[in-house]
């Protein structure tokens, strides 16, 4: 990032909307307890239960994996999904540091270079890395749940 540090967990007024939202890459604790996305985040992560079959063949299959999360603060998509996904990853001992969040104004930009190359068409995208290589990515909404879309991702090679 050539900006550096004042380009991390930066807020924005939405020139279309004047809502406050988070842009550029974020930490997790601040996506969480944003405004926009803390009454989400507080009652869908505990009430979520991700499916117990498919959680058991996440968890070895996630091992050494990164993740990219592209997400908006203003999306409803994301502040249901983000809450279920992080719940997923959790139980699934994905280390934090493994995982990026990038969040993107209403024109799916931010201001620094963190969407090179990732062709994002609406959010959340929630993009699985090995090595760097992309291994598949879940977008907007899981086909099945989040846990199963990632078993078949991760389970396709």
């Not at 900006?3 to 004047?18: L, V």
Request: proline share 6%; hydrophobic share 35%; charged share 30%.
């Amino acid at each position: 990032m050539k900006n550096g540090a004042q380009h991390i967990n930066k807020q924005i007024e939405d020139p279309s909307t004047g809502e406050v939202v988070l842009i550029n890459t974020c930490a997790r604790d601040v996506v969480t307890t944003f405004p926009a996305m803390k009454d989400k985040y507080d009652t869908e992560y505990p009430e979520y239960t991700p499916e117990p079959n498919a959680l058991n063949e996440l968890q070895p299959l996630i091992k050494g994996k990164n993740i990219t999360i592209v997400l908006g603060t203003w999306c409803g998509d994301s502040r249901e999904q983000l809450p279920r996904f992080l719940k997923t990853i959790d139980l699934s001992s994905i280390a934090d540091e493994n995982i990026t969040f990038i969040c993107v104004n209403r024109a799916k930009e931010t201001e620094d270079e963190s969407l090179e190359n990732l062709n994002i068409d609406r959010v959340p995208t929630f993009i699985v890395y090995q090595n760097e290589e992309e291994l598949g990515r879940i977008i907007e909404k899981p086909i099945v749940s989040i846990e199963e879309d990632l078993v078949l991702i991760l389970s396709k090679k």
